[in-house]
């Protein structure tokens, strides 16, 4: 079993930043990849970036590509996501996720590829 706790929502103006974090907590050597999604209201969760934690790789959404930054500190089971430059469209609550499987399936962001879930933690954006 793995538990995921993230931290670091808040509320900014458009082009500031936010560092979420994620903790991981339990078995987290089972996993393989670790994601962040978003959900808005009324929108359906989708993925913004994976990393592969055993390789460090990692993917990210076109809409936050050179704005997100993911990133991993092993030593303290941690994923953080770095947001840049946000927009008014970044608002949602964002979750943070595990998946078992590395390389391609991990890079695809799919939510069916991820088993463990945080509580998620909100940003909002004011324009």
């Known amino acids: 079993q793995v538990q995921l706790v993230e931290s670091g929502g808040g509320s900014v103006q458009a082009g500031g930043s936010l560092r979420l974090s994620c903790a991981a907590y339990?078995?987290?050597?089972?996993?393989?990849?670790m994601g962040w999604f978003r959900q808005a209201p009324g929108k359906e969760r989708e993925g913004v970036a994976a990393i592969d934690t055993g390789a460090g790789a990692t993917s990210y959404a076109d809409s936050v590509k050179g704005r997100f930054t993911i990133s991993q500190d092993n030593a303290k089971s941690t994923v953080y996501l770095q947001m840049n430059s946000l927009k008014p469209e970044d608002t949602a609550m964002y979750y943070c996720?595990?998946?078992?499987?590395?390389?391609?399936?991990?890079?695809?962001?799919?939510?069916?590829?991820?088993?463990?879930w945080g509580q998620g933690t909100q940003v909002t954006v004011s324009s």
């Open positions: 339990g078995y987290i050597y089972s996993t393989q990849c």
């Open positions: 996720a595990a998946g078992l499987w590395a390389g391609s399936r991990c890079y695809a962001l799919d939510r069916a590829d991820f088993g463990y």
